[in-house]
C-alpha cells in the first residue's frame, strides 16, 4: 500500500499523486509498487525491499540519490488475549526530492505523523522529520517497556500461588521480547551515532539537539530493557523453586490424607473378612456397626491431630 501525504499551511494532507517536498509511505508494499517508487526516485529496489525483511539489521547506507536510513521499531501482537512484543524493520529514504518510508505494517509512530500528530512537523523538512521519527520510535520502546513491567509484575502474583507451567511460559515471553528489544535498541544506538557523525544529512543547530535527545532517549530505554531483562530471568528462577515447593506441599497434604483415611479400610477390612462372629469384636452387640464406625473415626482423628500438630498438614 503507497500512500503520500504533505504539509499545506502547516496541516498534513494526504494526497493522490506524489510532489516535491512529500512523504510517500510504503507498507507492506506489492513488487509493482516497490518498482514504480524505486523507478520514479531513481532507487535501488533491493534497498527498497530492504524493511520488508524481518531480520534486516539497522544500518545507513549513503548512495549518490538518497541515504538510507533501517532502523528497528517495536510492536506487538495480539493472539488469544496474550500480547507478544518484537521488533520490526523501518527504513527512511532521504530522496532528491521526497521522504519515503518502507515497513511491513502501520505502526503508531507513522500514524502519528499521518494523522497531523506531531508538532512542528513538515514533509518537506526532512532531516526533522526522520530525527522526529526516531525520536517517537524511541519513545515507543520506553512506552512498551513499561507494559512489560506492569505485565511481570501481573504474572508475578499470579505465580505466587500456582503449581502450573502457565505463568512461567508467561515470562519466558516477556523475556524473549525484552532480548528483542535489547538487541533492537543496540542497533538502533549505532544507527543514532553514525547519523550524528555522518555530514550527507544536513542538519540544523535545533536538529543536533533533537538528534542527542534521540540518543538519551534510546540509552533509557536500552538501561530499561537490561534493568527488566535481569529482573525477570531472576523472577523465573525463584519461581520455579516456587512452582516446584508447591507442588511438593500438594503432594505431602495428599499423602497426610490417604494415611488418614488408610486406617478406616483397614479396620472396615477387618470386618468384611468371612469369619466366625464369636472371634470379632463386638459382632454380637446390637451396636456394633456403631461401636466399629466411632472407634475408626477416633482413630483416624488421633492421626491427623498428630500430623497436624507435627505440621504436616
Not at 493472539?79 to 502501520?106: G, H, M, Q, R, W
Not at 525484552?178 to 547519523?195: D, G, H
Not at 516446584?244 to 497426610?256: C, E, G, T, Y
Request: with cysteine.
Amino acid at each position: 500500500m503507497v500512500k503520500i501525504y504533505f504539509t499545506e499551511d502547516g496541516v498534513v494532507k494526504k494526497i493522490t499523486e506524489p510532489q516535491v517536498g512529500c512523504w510517500v509511505s510504503l507498507i507492506n508494499p506489492s513488487e509493482k509498487e516497490v518498482t514504480d517508487i524505486a523507478e520514479q526516485y531513481n532507487i535501488d529496489a533491493d534497498s527498497l525491499r530492504a524493511a520488508l525483511d524481518e531480520e534486516e539489521r539497522s544500518r545507513i547506507e549513503v548512495e549518490d540519490n538518497y541515504t538510507m536510513v533501517l532502523v528497528n521499531m517495536p510492536t506487538y501482537d495480539t493472539n488469544d488475549k496474550e500480547e507478544t512484543y518484537y521488533t520490526i524493520p523501518l527504513s527512511v529514504f532521504l530522496a532528491k526530492d521526497a521522504i519515503i518510508t518502507v515497513c511491513l505494517e502501520d505502526t503508531p509512530v507513522l500514524d502519528a505523523f499521518a494523522n497531523g500528530r506531531i508538532k512542528d512537523f513538515y514533509t518537506h523538512m526532512k532531516t526533522r522529520f526522520i530525527l522526529q521519527l526516531l525520536y517517537r520510535n524511541s519513545s515507543l520502546f520506553l512506552y512498551y517497556l513499561r507494559l512489560i513491567d506492569k505485565k511481570s509484575e501481573q504474572v508475578e502474583n499470579e505465580l505466587q500461588s500456582s503449581t502450573k507451567n502457565h505463568e512461567l511460559i508467561e515470562l519466558l515471553k516477556l523475556e524473549k521480547s525484552l532480548v528483542y528489544f535489547t538487541t533492537a535498541l543496540r542497533s538502533n544506538e549505532v544507527v543514532l551515532e553514525k547519523l550524528l557523525r555522518n555530514e550527507n544529512v544536513k542538519k540544523y543547530p535545533e536538529d543536533t539537539d533533537l538528534l542527542e535527545d534521540v540518543i538519551v532517549e534510546n540509552k533509557q530505554a536500552i538501561e530499561m530493557a537490561s534493568i527488566y531483562s535481569g529482573i525477570l530471568s531472576g523472577m523465573m528462577d525463584a519461581f520455579a523453586s516456587v512452582i516446584s515447593n508447591n507442588l511438593n506441599i500438594v503432594m505431602k497434604f495428599l499423602a497426610v490424607v490417604t494415611i488418614v483415611m488408610s486406617i478406616p479400610t483397614m479396620i472396615f477390612s477387618a470386618y468384611g473378612m468371612n469369619v466366625a462372629l464369636e472371634g470379632m469384636p463386638f459382632a454380637s452387640s446390637p451396636y456394633g456397626f456403631l461401636i466399629v464406625i466411632s472407634l475408626a473415626l477416633v482413630l483416624s482423628l488421633i492421626v491427623a491431630f498428630i500430623f497436624a500438630r507435627k505440621k504436616r498438614l
